[in-house]
Nanobody, 127 residues
C-alpha cells in the first residue's frame, strides 16, 4: 500500500511559478498511474494532470494545458507538477493520487478511480 506526501505549495503572485512534489513510499511506485487533483473552497475536487506508470503518457485539464507540466522520477518515487503562469483561479488545495494501473496507458480523470491520496498542499495565487 502506497503512502503519498505532497510538498511545495505556498503563496505566489499571479504570473508566478511553483513546483509541487509528491513523494511515495510503501509500494512499488513504478506500477502506479499518478494524478494531481485540486479542490477550491466550495467546489468539487477536479482533475488537473495525470501521468502513466512509465511516464510516457500525460493528460491535462483544459484549464491548465500549456501552463502546467506533470513529470515523474520512478527512481526517486516522486511525481512533480510544475505550475507556470499561475492565476488566482488556480488557488486550491492540491492533492496527489495514485492508481495501481500497471500495463495500462489510460489516465483516469475521475477521482474515484484513484485508491491512494496524499494530505494535500495549499496553493494560493494572489492577484
Amino acid at each position: 500500500q502506497v503512502q503519498l506526501v505532497e510538498s511545495g505549495g505556498g503563496l505566489v503572485q499571479a504570473g508566478g511559478s511553483l513546483r509541487l512534489s509528491c513523494a511515495a513510499s510503501g509500494g512499488t511506485f513504478s506500477r502506479y498511474t499518478m494524478g494531481w487533483f485540486r479542490q477550491a473552497p466550495g467546489k468539487e475536487r477536479e482533475f488537473v494532470a495525470g501521468i502513466s506508470w512509465r511516464g510516457g503518457i500525460t493528460d491535462y485539464a483544459d484549464s491548465v494545458k500549456g501552463r502546467f507540466t506533470i513529470s515523474r522520477e520512478n527512481a526517486k518515487n516522486t511525481v512533480y507538477l510544475q505550475m507556470n503562469s499561475l492565476k488566482p483561479d488556480d488557488t486550491a488545495v492540491y492533492y496527489c493520487a495514485a492508481k495501481d494501473n500497471i500495463w495500462s496507458a489510460a489516465i483516469p480523470s475521475g477521482s474515484d478511480e484513484y485508491g491512494y491520496w496524499g494530505q494535500g498542499t495549499q496553493v494560493t495565487v494572489s492577484s
